[in-house]
């Protein structure tokens, strides 16, 4: 039968214990397995390789992102980690210049070391994006929406570009979640996900990852996974688990949410611009209504102040929470600059329009009033360019 995203949410990979009749599935409080013979066993033999509470997890975060395989990881950077172990000394990666700074780290800091390159580029532009392109280039990575400027890339029609030069796509779809977005059915070959953000949900575990219907790239990706080892304790797949079940409820609640934050922000004198996809001027408004199902929960913005004034904004307020990460069911907001794209060369976070004043907000499930309220008296507080002495 086919089940709607909510009923796999709750049933993917979770049945019943057919021991106990317990309706939640069980923590497998274990790391090795017990051998009928040298050889023979019942499908499992030690954690690492793998785990009936992880496969619960890989097995629903799968279905929900339509896919054929899913493997889970201890962190979202040791699934992009994973994921990049598909590529040699040689090979030539494009992506966007507007990404996660662990991502840029990563890129740039170990796997340059190894013989690989990256082009940063403008990729809201499928021109820029094929003009990328080298005979060595072996993998398109996306993320839309980007962190923290929320662009917004045609996933569609980037991966034609992809596929007609043979080269693998993967899309991060943490920002936007399986419930808003499916790359899969846009044409990318892998999806990542850290799982600590929108799925889990609870800003209470680790995790990330992988998503393929591609049986070639998923041996290939199971090998890695249980070569090197990164993957979740089987209480961070029970407690990745619970979260899912309430995914579609949370998301819905958390874009309702934005919504009512941007429109604040936008129409407040002390905030210069405001990056939300769900606002029509945006310029991937139209891509993000065709290819997504709402506009997420993550909206950035720029006050009209020197940096440290922004930076003490952060200090005024009462109910976000100053702290890395995103997509919990407590608001938090951070400064990019200085947090999650510190590792990011200055020059190219101007380049990418990254402000040493932007503030990036990742709206929860507080009421929005309040919210909406706690940002009021924390800009009243903020002394603007214009009044500054």
């Known amino acids: 039968m086919d089940y709607g995203f909510d009923t796999r949410a709750i049933h993917s990979g979770q049945p019943n214990d057919p021991v106990t009749g317990a309706i939640n599935y069980p923590i497998y409080q274990t790391s090795t397995f017990g051998q009928e013979a040298p050889g023979v066993h019942q499908g499992y033999v030690y954690a690492r390789t793998g785990h009936p509470t992880r496969t619960a997890l890989e097995t629903c975060i799968a279905s929900l992102e339509d896919a054929k395989f899913g493997l889970a990881f201890s ?18 990666v494009v992506t966007c210049q507007d990404l996660y ?10 796997y340059d070391k190894f013989g690989v390159k990256f082009s940063f580029v403008d990729a809201t532009s499928l021109e820029s994006i094929e003009r ?24 569609e029609g980037a991966a034609k570009i992809a596929r007609k030069r043979g080269a693998i796509v993967v899309t991060d779809n943490t920002f936007a979640s399986p419930y808003l977005q499916s790359p899969l059915k846009l044409g990318t070959d892998i999806v990542v996900h850290s799982t600590t953000k929108y799925i889990n949900g609870h800003s209470d575990v680790l995790g990330g990852a992988t998503v393929t219907d591609s049986p070639e790239l998923q041996e290939q990706l199971k090998f890695f996974q249980n070569c090197v080892g990164a993957v979740p ?18 998301v819905d609640r958390h874009c309702r949410n934005a919504r009512e934050v941007a429109k604040f922000l936008k129409g407040h004198p002390k905030v210069a611009k405001v990056y939300f996809p769900g606002f029509p001027d945006h310029p991937g408004h139209e891509v993000a209504k065709r290819q997504m ?13 020197d940096v440290e004034e922004a930076k003490k904004f952060t200090s005024h307020l009462e109910l976000w929470t100053l702290g890395e990460s995103l ?12 947090m999650t794209h510190a590792s990011v060369d200055p020059e190219m976070r101007r ?3 990254i402000s040493d004043g ?24 903020v002394r603007t360019a214009v009044t500054a002495a």
């Open 233 to 250: 304790a089987p209480m961070d797949c029970y407690l990745t688990l619970r979260g899912i079940k309430t995914l579609s409820v949370r």
């Open 293 to 305: 199902r709402d506009f997420g929960a993550m909206v950035s913005f720029e006050i009209k102040s």
């Open 358 to 381: 932007l503030i990036r907000c990742s709206v929860g499930l507080e009421d929005a009033r309040d919210l909406v309220r706690d940002l009021e008296q924390a800009l009243a507080k």
């Open 75 to 92: 962190s979202g950077m040791a699934a992009i980690n994973n994921v990049l172990n598909l590529l040699k000394s040689g090979d030539h």
């Open 101 to 110: 700074g662990g991502a840029y780290r990563m890129f740039t800091k170990l």
């Open 132 to 155: 990328a392109f080298t005979p060595q280039t072996r993998m398109l990575w996306l993320e839309t929406p980007s962190n923290p400027l929320l662009r917004i890339i045609d996933l």
């Open 327 to 338: 997509g919990g069911v407590k608001s938090l907001l951070c400064h990019p600059p200085t």
């Open 351 to 353: 380049q990418v329009g």
